[in-house]
């Protein structure tokens, strides 16, 4: 006799309900902070006419990688305008910067935490498993019951996506730190934070880095996936494209897309690369 199915999906819906009901407060709040931050950004990036903007922040990358890096941007970032992208573009890039920024505000907190506490490490792993392994538009209908439709759902849907490698590397760099650097501390009399902040912290920022790209990647992906609650963008045009079937504008949205993962990716790589040169 064949057991009966475990009313999962009730319970999970009583959940929702009850968040709903109860924690509107806190999803306003989050909402009231998401949103300006998001704007905030695009109001830096339209600021300017696109091609002074794409000098910008060309000579930019060029302070923090290298030439090739910077002529790349510039070319990459006119490409987008020349193809009439430039406003869908500083949207995704505003939507991966504000993922990306809260991502690391509470990603690199909770791995200090980790690489602090074992019982930490202990609850807190699994849970990280749960969140990188779960499909990513799972992540996308929680958000759109408790913010609707827009960039809301879209970033926070991103941050639950992206934040995992920013709390691995925290943790990971942190644990990696030569333990005979630690009881030298030790012996000079540092307190547990002067340790962190002029020990750990500086021989972990390289490590650090490192997940900082791969939560920029990710939030990257992620906010592409969530055009399809409205989040906009150029995950907007590409998902235009295959609906309509038009190849084309499908080719220059995921071209733009490519432009902008290239450019974060080759940023966030060099300045890693600088962090662990200075540690």
Same mark, same amino acid.
Request: cysteine-free; overall charge neutral.
């Given at each position: 006799?064949?057991?009966?199915?475990?009313?999962?999906?009730?319970? %999970?819906?009583?959940?929702?309900?009850?968040? &709903?009901?109860?924690?509107?407060?806190?999803?306003? #709040?989050?909402?009231? *902070?998401?949103?300006?931050?998001?704007?905030?950004?695009? &109001?830096?990036?339209?600021?300017?006419?696109?091609?002074? @903007?794409?000098?910008? %922040?060309?000579?930019?990358?060029?302070?923090?990688?290298?030439?090739?890096?910077? #002529?790349? $941007?510039?070319?990459?970032?006119?490409? %987008?305008?020349?193809?009439?992208?430039?406003?869908?573009? @500083?949207? @995704?890039?505003?939507?991966?910067?504000?993922?990306? *920024?809260?991502?690391?505000?509470?990603?690199?907190?909770?791995?200090?935490?980790?690489? =602090?506490?074992?019982?930490?490490?202990? %609850?807190? $792993?699994?849970?990280?498993?749960?969140?990188?392994? &779960?499909?990513?538009?799972?992540?996308?209908?929680?958000?759109?019951?408790?913010?609707?439709?827009?960039?809301?759902?879209?970033?926070?849907?991103?941050?639950?996506?992206?934040?995992?490698?920013?709390?691995?590397? $925290?943790?990971?760099?942190? =644990?990696?730190?030569?333990?005979?650097?630690?009881?030298?501390?030790?012996?000079?009399?540092?307190?547990?934070?002067?340790?962190?902040?002029?020990?750990?912290?500086?021989?972990?920022?390289?490590?650090?880095?490192?997940?900082?790209?791969?939560?920029?990647?990710?939030?990257?992906?992620?906010?592409?996936?969530?055009?399809?609650?409205?989040?906009?963008? #150029?995950?907007?045009?590409?998902?235009?494209?295959?609906?309509? #079937?038009?190849?084309?504008?499908?080719?220059?949205?995921?071209?733009?897309?490519?432009?902008?993962?290239?450019?974060?990716?080759?940023?966030?790589?060099?300045?890693?690369?600088?962090?662990?040169? $200075?540690?």
């Amino acid at each position: 006799m064949p057991f009966p199915k475990l009313p999962l999906d009730r319970w %999970i819906e009583q959940i929702v309900n009850w968040l &709903m009901e109860n924690l509107t407060i806190l999803f306003d #709040l989050i909402s009231n *902070l998401v949103e300006p931050t998001v704007g905030f950004f695009e &109001m830096l990036l339209t600021l300017a006419p696109p091609v002074i @903007t794409a000098v910008v %922040i060309g000579f930019l990358a060029l302070l923090a990688s290298r030439l090739s890096v910077a #002529l790349f $941007t510039l070319f990459g970032l006119l490409l %987008i305008q020349n193809l009439q992208l430039w406003t869908q573009a @500083t949207s @995704t890039i505003s939507l991966v910067l504000t993922a990306s *920024l809260i991502s690391v505000i509470v990603g690199v907190p909770l791995g200090i935490w980790v690489a =602090r506490s074992k019982g930490m490490k202990n %609850i807190i $792993t699994p849970v990280l498993d749960f969140m990188q392994t &779960m499909p990513a538009f799972v992540y996308l209908i929680p958000a759109v019951f408790f913010f609707e439709l827009g960039a809301v759902p879209g970033v926070i849907a991103s941050v639950i996506f992206a934040m995992p490698p920013t709390i691995r590397l $925290t943790n990971l760099g942190i =644990r990696q730190v030569d333990q005979d650097l630690i009881e030298a501390a030790d012996a000079f009399g540092s307190t547990s934070a002067q340790k962190l902040f002029k020990v750990q912290l500086p021989l972990a920022k390289s490590t650090m880095m490192a997940g900082v790209n791969q939560t920029i990647m990710l939030s990257l992906s992620m906010v592409v996936i969530a055009s399809m609650i409205g989040a906009g963008g #150029l995950g907007a045009v590409v998902l235009e494209g295959i609906s309509r #079937l038009e190849v084309g504008q499908g080719f220059e949205g995921g071209l733009a897309i490519v432009i902008i993962a290239i450019v974060l990716d080759r940023i966030t790589q060099s300045l890693g690369k600088k962090s662990e040169k $200075t540690s």
